[in-house]
């Protein structure tokens, strides 16, 4: 299975469309991660649209009398705390590597991209959901 999406992922980096895209837009870089980009937005709503049924299992009706705006914004920060602490304690081997320690301007990591990368995810996630509540459809 694991080879599996391996192939399917290198399939969508290989995309001759995402590949101009990513040219088109001054981000070549961006090529082999762009797949993870959007699936690191995705799970940041499936984390929000989860985190009800799991606050209903732990504070029972305390959660359960919260009106469904209430219930929306919980979800927001149960997505925004799980992303500050798994983007912290990720980030801290960054400070560390070399290559970007002796070019601090165009040094480039690949796992350093990893976390930018989830980082631009969620990013992503909650710019769709500010957009989504500015015109009220999520309520």
Not at 70 to 88: C, P
Not at 107 to 119: I, P, R
């Amino acid at each position: 299975m694991l080879s599996t999406l391996a192939t399917n992922y290198q399939l969508l980096v290989e995309l001759p469309a995402a590949q101009k895209f990513c040219a088109l837009i001054g981000l070549p870089r961006l090529v082999p991660y762009w797949p993870a980009l959007l699936a690191f937005a995705g799970l940041f709503q499936l984390l929000r649209l989860s985190s009800n049924t799991l606050s209903s299992l732990v504070f029972g009706e305390k959660f359960d009398s919260l009106t469904a705006r209430q219930k929306y914004d919980w979800g927001v920060r149960v997505v925004s705390q799980v992303h500050a602490i798994v983007v912290v304690l990720l980030a801290i081997p960054i400070f560390f590597k070399q290559e970007l320690i002796d070019d601090k301007l165009f040094g480039f990591d690949s796992y350093a991209a990893w976390v930018y990368t989830l980082v631009c995810g969620y990013s992503i996630n909650n710019a769709t959901k500010a957009w989504l509540a500015y015109w009220d459809y999520t309520y």
